[in-house]
Each structure stands twice: as structure tokens, then as C-alpha cells.
């Protein structure tokens, strides 16, 4: 992590005093998993932001970062306080993938209302599976009553693939060129060998490494029981990244 903290720095300085583009980008994201991970992972579904210098030269270099959500399951349990007084409430348990990364791209018909493009990115991504108890007196449950991390891991990983942008002024003709951009693009991304939950167990999957419990109460009978919250698996990372996006491109003299 440090490593990748003091590349980005030094990536950032180094393209400051050359470029003149700040490129701000936002994705919707539909990742995949393929080769040994589809049996035991979900599709999962985020966004990412990112900032780029766009040089003069066909060339992009920037930083990315990432959320994806692969599942989540929500059961009603018993909920103990202190003070020994017990309340029904919502236990949501919610697998999650985030990102940082470095990327580039190079543009293949730069300043065209039609772009493609190839990019690469390196970075590294977290797998964490969180057990939420929500608080039944808080509407939107922005202040849980208890909040638990079952699993966390993580792993490099790097990612090659090729879009297309298509200037806003295509099908706007009013607006500015080379200003927005909508942007399509699709990513095969590899990774290290890495650990991660998921909530269900579906026939012909491989047996998980191991099952995980939370403990709760049973108000009828008083008796503290294990209730079952998902499965453990190891495998490396291989995924496929669809993106539907937007890009705001401004100018600074």
C-alpha cells in the first residue's frame, strides 16, 4: 500500500508540469468473475471516480478508485443492550470490493467526436465482508447499533482493456466539443491469490474454507445461538469490467 501511495505521488508530480487536460471521470461498473471464481462469486455491481492529465500526445495518465458491492443478505435477529433490555432489528451482512489504481491510456484518434482507446491499470483491491446490526430507531441507519468486519483481504492486480468515448456534441450539437464524453469500456483484470465471503453455497461449487457464524439471542427461549452468515473462499483474482460512464475534460492555461 505504501508503495502504490508514493507511485501515485510521483506519478502525479511528474505529469503536472507537462499537461494542461485534467480529465474527471465517474463509471458505472459491472464486474464479472471468470476462470475459477465464477462458481464462487457473484457478479458485482459499483461505480468508480477518477482524475487524469491528458497530454497533448494521445496519452492519459491518472489515479482511479472503486466500490463494488457482490451480495448482501439481511436476516431479523435479537439484538441484546447492556442493560439487559432486547429489541428485534435487522442484521445485514454485505460483501464489498474496493479499488485504487493507476492508469493510462492511449487514444487512437485523438480529438475526434469518435474515440477508441486502449488502457492498463495496476493497483490493489480489497475484499471485506462487514456484519451491520442496524439501529431500529434510525430511519436511514446512518449510526448502526453494531458493526463487525467477518473478512478482509487483499492483493494486487492488473487490468488491460480498450473503450471508446463518444463527445456529448455527437448527439448535442449545440454543446462544446472536447468538453463531456461519454465512455464504454471493458477490462480483463488479474490479481493474486486473495480470500473472500460469500453469503450463499450453491450446488457444484467447491467446498468453502471454512463457515462463518455470528451469535445472537433467542428471546423466546433465552438461549444464545449461532446463526449462519456466509462462506469463506480462496482463489485468485480474475475478473472481467464492464463501464458505462461519463468524462468531463477542463482546460487550465
Known sequence: MKTLRILSILMLAAINGFAQTWEFGSDFNL??????????MNNAFGMSIGVAKKFKSPFALGIEAGFANYGSQTSRQAYTFDDGSVTETDVVVSNE???LQLTGKYFLRNN??????????AGITWFNTTLTIEDPEDEFSCHPLESDMLSRD??????????VRVDFNTFFKKMETQRFYFD????STQGGTVRY????????QPMPDKDVTAKFLNTQTQVIHEHHVGYVYTSLMNMVDYRLGVVFRMDFK
Do not use: C, W
Not at 475526434?112 to 491499470?121: A, D, L, M, V
Not at 487483499?154 to 473503450?163: N, P
Not at 465471503?197 to 457444484?204: C, F, H, L, V, Y
Open 154 to 163: 487483499k492483493t494486487y492486480l492488473v487490468s488491460g482493456g480498450a473503450g
Open 31 to 40: 464486474a464479472q468473475p471468470v476462470g475459477g471464481m465464477t462458481r464462487t
Open 97 to 99: 470490493i474496493y479499488t
Open 184 to 187: 464504454l469500456s471493458v477490462h
Open 197 to 204: 465471503m460469500n453469503s450463499e453455497m450453491d450446488p457444484g
Open 112 to 121: 475526434k467526436n469518435i474515440n477508441p482507446y486502449i488502457s492498463g491499470k
